[in-house]
């Protein structure tokens, strides 16, 4: 394992006290486990809240701050974080306008915020939830009921917190979030597996030469296996699953713009994302897409797996605008 630790067992903790001190902007709880913007919240508005596991940063403390989350709750690698923490980062946001919680379709992450939900309404705090579940990949896996969450999850958080920040409400704010994700796919593919600090090895068995197809965020493995092709033949069968999705779901068809969302998984080179998102630019504009807005980087993350999630959006005037409202945040940042 080659990996910048002190222990294994102090890595979230260390992790988030680096964080601190890189980012005065935010206000790192470490007994709580939860990050908010340093400024308080603004009288009216609606509280956006996230969280996961660690192991998938910047997801989610690198989207606290203006445009996007109130708040995120870090759990322990690849673990959700617990009811109590994230009741702490629902009432650290509220301001009597409600909050709005950001949910991954994982069944810890799932269980844990419906929980806490439950806690803030027994404290007079209104929680509306969305729930992300973009992976067109698999319908069930180890790690869920139905479809995972995965790169949407930084469209639904940018474009919901830009509503909040123009003092919508909380039914408002969590039907937008709602309709980013039912616009939106996502299909990843992996060439290595992630190696967690307690495991120490890799989490699933990859040889030379294969490929893993359709994986998850958590280190587990894709839906199969096959020799690895070339970047344009992983591009054409990830946009062929996403596409066809698209198209029957949510009515995508000639014509229309999206936001393309080029993900590194943690371990992929930024010129390796880049040749991937021209391929899915031509792929894309065979079909007669155009691409509104685009994101290329490692945003939602599984450690050190080398990999690419790639994330289309079918996009409208109001979407494109609320994307490029100003955001500030660690590991987003324009028109401010």
């Given amino acids: 394992m080659h990996k910048f630790l002190n222990s294994a067992d102090t890595f979230l903790t260390d ?66 974080p617990v009811p109590d923490q994230i009741l702490a980062a629902t009432s650290a946001v509220h301001t009597g306008a409600g909050v709005v919680h950001v949910v991954k379709n994982y069944t810890g992450d799932v269980l844990n915020f419906q929980l806490a939900a439950e806690l803030a309404d027994e404290a007079g705090i209104a929680v509306e939830t969305v729930l992300v579940n973009d992976d067109v990949a698999v319908e069930d896996s180890t790690w869920t009921a139905g479809r995972r969450g995965t790169g949407a999850t930084v469209l639904v ?25 039912a616009a939106s796919r996502s299909f990843a593919v992996a ?28 280190g587990e493995p894709g839906r199969r296996r096959e020799p690895t092709g070339s970047a344009r033949e992983i591009v054409a069968l990830s946009l062929d699953a996403i596409l066809g999705d698209l198209e029957g779901a949510a009515g995508l068809s000639r014509g229309d713009q999206t936001i393309v969302l080029v993900n590194g998984l943690g371990g992929t080179p ?42 289309v959006c079918r996009a409208d005037g109001e979407l494109i605008e609320l994307w490029d409202a100003p955001v500030n945040t660690p590991a987003l940042r324009w028109g401010v």
């Avoid at 508005?45 to 606290?64: D, I, N, Q, R």
């Avoid at 958080?157 to 994700?181: F, S, Y």
């Fill in 15 to 80: 992790s988030l006290a680096g964080l601190a001190a890189a980012h005065p902007e935010l206000i790192v709880d470490q007994e709580q486990r939860i990050i908010t913007r340093s400024a308080p919240p603004r009288p009216g508005k609606v509280g956006l809240v996230s969280g996961g596991g660690s192991g998938h940063e910047p997801l989610h403390g690198g989207f606290v701050g203006f445009g996007m989350l109130d708040a995120a709750c870090p759990g322990e690698i690849f673990t959700s």
């Fill in 157 to 181: 958080e940018k474009m919901a917190g830009a509503l909040a920040e123009r003092e919508a409400d909380a039914a408002q704010v969590a039907g937008l979030g709602r309709r980013v994700n």
């Fill in 191 to 218: 060439l290595t597996a992630c190696t967690t600090p307690e495991a120490g090895k890799p989490g699933f068995d990859l040889p030379e030469g294969q490929m893993e197809v359709g994986v998850g965020i958590h």
């Fill in 270 to 311: 930024l010129g390796e994302l880049y040749l991937v998102y021209g391929e899915v630019a031509a792929v894309l504009r065979g079909r007669g897409l155009s691409i509104a807005r685009n994101l290329v980087g490692n945003y939602v993350t599984s450690l050190d797996m080398a990999g690419v999630c790639i994330t």
